[in-house]
């Protein structure tokens, strides 16, 4: 049986007296797509803020890659891109190539030069998200979408396991989401890069994830895109079922 890449179980977590996540339990393995939805204040980004220990556990687990999350250190193997990823001065003195590089840190250290390998290894991330013939134009002169694949591709360049991302469209044309998402898939498909997505986008996910996970601070659904679509619908039915009842006996 194949060991989920993460874990979780029973979490929850409140801030103060406020409940945020309640009860919450899911597994995602290699090669899946997760794409998160809910309302602002549903408790999506404390649930990644858990994930990657920027919150300390107060109930339940979380274990990535089979170990649990308090003891877990090798980071290489998952690569985060928040949705503030392109907020920055846009006069910011980097090239693109060297935005990517910076993705290398973990392994090199900073403020080392990088070897022709790793140098090959940054062209290859940026070419997966087609961004290769920009690579020496500041990151300050690409529109929001390009600005994002860049760090799409900064987070490629570890080879990491895990890509988790916290509403990637935030800044991206309504006219490039569609082809965003479809990066996402081929990265997923390809690569076999198991993907954590928190995302509004919601018709746009179903069309691309392989599981979709609500949250309302509890678990409102769990399952694949054509079981969601199926529960949205026989709930819908069910609310026009009960209005048209209270319609006649209104008559």
């Known amino acids: 049986m194949q060991v989920p890449i993460l874990q979780v179980r029973n979490l929850s977590y409140q801030y103060e007296k406020r409940l945020v996540l309640d009860d919450i339990n899911f597994d995602l393995h290699q090669g899946d797509f997760f794409g998160v939805i809910g309302a602002n204040g ?40 928040s949705q503030k990823a392109n907020a920055f001065n846009s006069g910011f003195p980097a090239t693109v190539e060297e935005v990517v590089a910076s993705g290398l840190a973990k392994k090199t250290g900073l403020f ?23 690579f020496k134009r500041n990151i300050g002169e690409l529109s929001g ?15 990491p396991e895990l890509l988790i991302l916290d509403e990637p469209t935030v800044g991206v044309d309504e006219s490039n989401i569609n082809s965003f998402y479809q990066l996402l898939a081929n990265l997923n498909e390809k690569r076999q890069l198991s993907i954590l997505l928190i995302t509004h986008d919601v018709e746009l996910i179903l069309s691309y994830a392989t599981h979709i996970l609500s949250l309302n601070h509890k678990m409102g659904f769990f399952g ?3 079981e969601f679509r199926a529960k949205r619908n026989q709930e819908l039915h069910d609310v026009y079922c009960c209005v048209e009842h209270e319609t006649e006996v209104l008559k």
């Open 112 to 134: 080392r030069p990088y070897t022709r390998k790793q140098r090959q290894a940054c062209q290859e991330a940026l070419r997966q998200v087609g961004m290769l013939h920009l």
């Open 42 to 81: 549903s408790g999506k980004s404390t649930l990644i803020k858990l994930i990657l220990q920027l919150l300390k556990l107060q109930k339940g687990s979380i274990e990535l890659f089979d170990q649990p999350i308090a003891a877990f250190s090798n980071w290489e193997r998952v690569s985060f891109v």
């Open 145 to 159: 979408g390009q600005q994002q694949r860049v760090f799409i591709a900064r987070a490629l360049v570890a080879e």
């Open 224 to 226: 694949t895109p054509e």
